[in-house]
């Protein structure tokens, strides 16, 4: 029987957290240990990608006991819309799920948010399975957020829903492409500098070739890295305060990711050169002396190019950090590192964040 | 001030019931009584029927500290539809609510639904508050369902998401027709059987003229239904359990509600055939001695129809119970009556229920 690496509490209940190699072939027995009565009928869902080369063994791990369907998604962000939760429902229901039935989100990101959103609204709620199959998802596939898009704005239709477990078959990460990886490691890194600097170290020394990580090493990263997520989770679910930290080089990285367009750079791309921002500005606001040259090596080493993109304008992008922003001549607020492990919110003038962007932007 | 007539607990907060005639021209000071800061911005969802009434009045309330927007829906079940709640959801990213913005459901029980599953799933969730201008809707008001039609069936996309309070203004029901005010009624008269046989007494004696009735003989009646579905839903908010005894009288009622065409009957008058129906079913499977004469008298004194429609086939009805059941051989379970005020859920033979249909419809 599979160990749990980790549970997390959340608001309506605790959850256990699977990480190893292999535990797909293990997914109805971890089902069956969740102390839950047998579930009447199981959904799985997948994308395009994920499905050819996981669902089946994620299927043939069931006996017969209950029927069995598979719904496979098109890969990429456009199955977050309205047109596919409504086309996943159908399927649902098609399938006469219960309310004693599971959904088993197989797959990245967009698989995890999309399956939780059905997951939250079928007959006012279900229980669903996180099987993150990317790095990048280890953070997504924690604490409970799902959603779908709207064409004015991401995630902007969802609700909070944590799964009833999570389960990581690290070996499914092999098949990741480099930049995949460095995408999701990222929101490692960014772990490490919100709250636990230890994470860095086991990054500098032990992840020297990213995309062939030793799967102990990849186990434990992980593991470390979720928990970093969970302890803020735990303790602010609803996002009133602490779980802001979360957003350290999102503030830019966002902004560098819709203005360049998306899938230009990945996500996590995007948030390295936010978080490479953020230092410098600690410095000028917080007079951190946080060593940014150190991250600089360290992230080249890893293959990140730190470089905001050309086809961004610096007004554009303050524009854009300012959107979300009832009044205009609200400040952007901004995650902040007193030191390494020592975040703060702090709302930043515009002309500090313009005079940074241009610095930068004429190296 | 209003005075909160009870107060709910819920899995997530506690929320206050205020019922009294008028109080839609408080509703802004009853939002600030709520303890929490001011809401950035109030849309107020209504129907083309309610709207036009009081949605003036109730936007009137408020000064002009926070923008305020009102959407009006088609009246009816047509808008618990997905198109609808996706126009809902886009009138307000236009109208930029965000997550302290709050939304005012004034109308009856499709309104209520329609717009709490909005705020259930706007930037994952943010805080509504119920209005209802129905007798019918004290009954859905409370206990924190919402949800949405799909063609496959009624409510089967929704949430779980208890309302930040409720605001019953009870003289926005002297406009209702008394079909409206018998479906209503016929929700309390089912508090009144399984749990508080005191509320029967009360109708009796004290609602002489249905649409009539004085106000605070409304607002007492009200308060002491409210009451008994809040114990209920407080000690099993996800139906696990007891919850189902709320189901009085809706077994066949839902059936009869379908079969005869949605709209034929009002909800009430259906649940009223089917109360009769599980009075005299308990008589048959537990031994019950209920004085069913008593309950017809009653029923007819406030001008309900007991016949089951004659367009309906015994068989149909019965087929239409078991259609949700995961095998056909699976019983139909009923909530019956051990005597007025206990209740108890019993799987009942398909034959003993066809025999009871057919005796009815031959009388």
């Given at each position: 029987?599979?160990?749990?690496?980790?549970?997390?509490?959340?608001?309506?209940?605790?959850?256990?957290?699977?990480?190893?190699?292999?535990?797909?072939?293990?997914?109805?027995?971890?089902?069956?240990?969740?102390?839950?009565?047998?579930?009447?009928?199981?959904?799985?869902?997948?994308?395009?990608?994920?499905?050819?080369?996981?669902?089946?063994?994620?299927?043939?791990?069931?006996?017969?006991?209950?029927?069995?369907?598979?719904?496979?998604?098109?890969?990429?962000?456009?199955?977050?819309?309205?047109?596919?939760?409504?086309?996943?429902?159908?399927?649902?229901?098609?399938?006469?799920?219960?309310?004693?039935?599971?959904?088993?989100?197989?797959?990245?990101?967009?698989?995890?948010?999309?399956?939780?959103?059905?997951?939250?609204?079928?007959?006012?709620?279900?229980?669903?399975?996180?099987?993150?199959?990317?790095?990048?998802?280890?953070?997504?596939?924690?604490?409970?957020?799902?959603?779908?898009?709207?064409?004015?704005?991401?995630?902007?239709?969802?609700?909070?829903?944590?799964?009833?477990?999570?389960?990581?078959?690290?070996?499914?990460?092999?098949?990741?492409?480099?930049?995949?990886?460095?995408?999701?490691?990222?929101?490692?890194?960014?772990?490490?500098?919100?709250?636990?600097?230890?994470?860095?170290?086991?990054?500098?020394?032990?992840?020297?070739?990213?995309?062939?990580?030793?799967?102990?090493?990849?186990?434990?990263?992980?593991?470390?890295?979720?928990?970093?997520?969970?302890?803020?989770?735990?303790?602010?679910?609803?996002?009133?305060?602490?779980?802001?930290?979360?957003?350290?080089?999102?503030?830019?990285?966002?902004?560098?990711?819709?203005?360049?367009?998306?899938?230009?750079?990945?996500?996590?791309?995007?948030?390295?050169?936010?978080?490479?921002?953020?230092?410098?500005?600690?410095?000028?606001?917080?007079?951190?002396?946080?060593?940014?040259?150190?991250?600089?090596?360290?992230?080249?080493?890893?293959?990140?190019?730190?470089?905001?993109?050309?086809?961004?304008?610096?007004?554009?992008l303050l524009a854009h950090m300012k959107r979300d922003k009832k009044a205009a001549e609200q400040k952007v607020r901004f995650v902040l590192l007193q030191e390494a492990g020592v975040p703060l919110v702090r709302p930043v003038e515009d002309d500090t964040i313009l005079d940074l962007l241009k610095e930068e932007m004429t190296i």
């Amino acid at each position: 029987m599979a160990e749990r690496a980790l549970e997390i509490r959340s608001e309506s209940h605790t959850y256990p957290i699977y990480i190893a190699a292999g535990l797909r072939h293990q997914t109805a027995d971890i089902l069956k240990g969740l102390g839950k009565s047998t579930f009447s009928a199981v959904l799985i869902v997948t994308d395009e990608t994920v499905g050819p080369l996981y669902a089946e063994e994620v299927a043939a791990s069931f006996a017969d006991e209950q029927p069995l369907y598979i719904c496979t998604l098109a890969a990429g962000e456009q199955s977050k819309s309205m047109e596919t939760y409504y086309e996943l429902m159908t399927f649902a229901l098609n399938c006469h799920l219960d309310r004693n039935s599971v959904i088993v989100a197989l797959g990245g990101g967009v698989v995890g948010d999309a399956a939780g959103f059905a997951a939250a609204t079928y007959m006012r709620g279900i229980d669903y399975v996180q099987m993150p199959t990317t790095l990048l998802a280890h953070d997504s596939s924690v604490g409970g957020k799902t959603g779908i898009n709207h064409p004015l704005g991401k995630n902007l239709i969802g609700a909070f829903h944590p799964p009833a477990a999570v389960i990581y078959d690290t070996e499914t990460l092999y098949t990741l492409p480099e930049k995949e990886w460095r995408s999701g490691l990222a929101e490692v890194i960014k772990h490490g500098w919100i709250q636990d600097p230890e994470l860095l170290k086991v990054i500098k020394d032990q992840w020297l070739d990213l995309s062939a990580v030793p799967v102990d090493v990849l186990n434990d990263t992980i593991r470390q890295s979720i928990q970093v997520k969970a302890e803020i989770v735990q303790l602010d679910e609803r996002e009133a305060g602490i779980r802001a930290f979360l957003n350290f080089g999102h503030t830019l990285g966002h902004a560098i990711e819709a203005e360049a367009g998306y899938g230009t750079l990945t996500h996590g791309e995007a948030v390295a050169i936010g978080m490479d921002f953020a230092m410098k500005l600690s410095g000028k606001v917080l007079g951190s002396s946080l060593d940014s040259e150190a991250y600089n090596e360290e992230m080249i080493r890893l293959g990140y190019d730190l470089t905001i993109p050309a086809s961004c304008e610096p007004e554009t992008l303050l524009a854009h950090m300012k959107r979300d922003k009832k009044a205009a001549e609200q400040k952007v607020r901004f995650v902040l590192l007193q030191e390494a492990g020592v975040p703060l919110v702090r709302p930043v003038e515009d002309d500090t964040i313009l005079d940074l962007l241009k610095e930068e932007m004429t190296i």
